[in-house]
């Protein structure tokens, strides 16, 4: 069974970083293309951004485009987001996943919160 | 963008009863939308993909529909475990995006 664990979150003040982190177990890492998605406290889910399988491709939604960066590291299935400039807007739960047969995604983490707060 | 539209945002519905979740998205998506239940303070669970194909695990009493806009999500006959959330998600094009999500509720 597909294992995928975040780490990373907790609190920080507006304006700081924090970096998040994604361990990969039971599949092939290196050949699967994989997504953050975040949930504000109460909300619905939005795509954060997303990396092809050798990293050589990444896409990131406008809201977080020149803040946030995906990246991966094969060697160690391990898939990262690292967050500057963060705002109170980006308060959320954030999930990795695994991308399926198309860009839809049939495993996720339990997800790490991040709180963004003075 | 692709603007997905769910429909409605609260569904009340009695165990063994039948629901039906709308969405629409702005342009045409074709077959490439996926349906996600949550419980809350859980991650999301794919149920379906290509808008009709059920994900693995998923039981005969979900199902999905559509093409194009128009797509539903069908659940037969409720069980406890069935009220949740549900969202539905585009990715024919980028940004992927999601609707802002269906509540069934116990009636």
């Known amino acids: 069974e597909v294992q995928l664990l975040e780490s990373g979150g907790g609190l920080v003040q507006p304006g700081g970083s924090l970096r998040l982190s994604c361990a990969a177990s039971?599949?092939?890492?290196?050949?699967?293309?994989m997504t953050w998605v975040r949930q504000a406290p109460g909300k619905g889910l939005e795509w954060v951004a997303s990396?092809?399988?050798?990293?050589?491709?990444?896409y990131y939604a406008d809201s977080v485009k020149g803040r946030f960066t995906i990246s991966r590291n094969n060697s160690k299935n391990t898939l990262n987001l690292q967050m500057h400039s963060l705002r109170v807007e980006d308060t959320a739960v954030y999930y990795c996943?695994?991308?399926?047969?198309?860009?839809?995604?049939?495993?996720w983490g339990q997800g790490t919160l991040v709180t963004v707060s003075s | 963008e692709i603007v997905m539209t769910q429909s409605p945002a609260t569904l009340s519905v009695s165990p063994g009863e039948r629901a039906t979740l709308s969405c629409r998205a702005s342009?045409?998506?074709?077959?490439?939308l996926a349906w996600y239940q949550q419980i809350p303070g859980q991650a999301p669970r794919l149920l379906i993909y290509?808008?009709?194909t059920r994900a693995t695990g998923v039981p005969a009493t979900f199902s999905g529909s559509g093409s194009g806009t128009e797509f539903t999500l069908t659940i037969s006959s409720l069980q406890s475990e069935d009220f949740a959330g549900y969202y539905c998600?585009?990715?024919?094009?980028?940004?992927?995006?999601f609707g802002g999500g269906t509540k069934v509720e116990i009636k």
């Open positions: 996943a695994k991308r399926g047969s198309g860009w839809f995604h049939g495993s």
């Open positions: 039971e599949f092939t890492f290196s050949t699967s293309a």
């Open positions: 990396i092809s399988a050798t990293g050589g491709s990444t």
């Open positions: 342009q045409s998506v074709s077959s490439n």
């Open positions: 290509g808008a009709s």
């Open positions: 998600q585009q990715y024919t094009n980028w940004p992927l995006t």
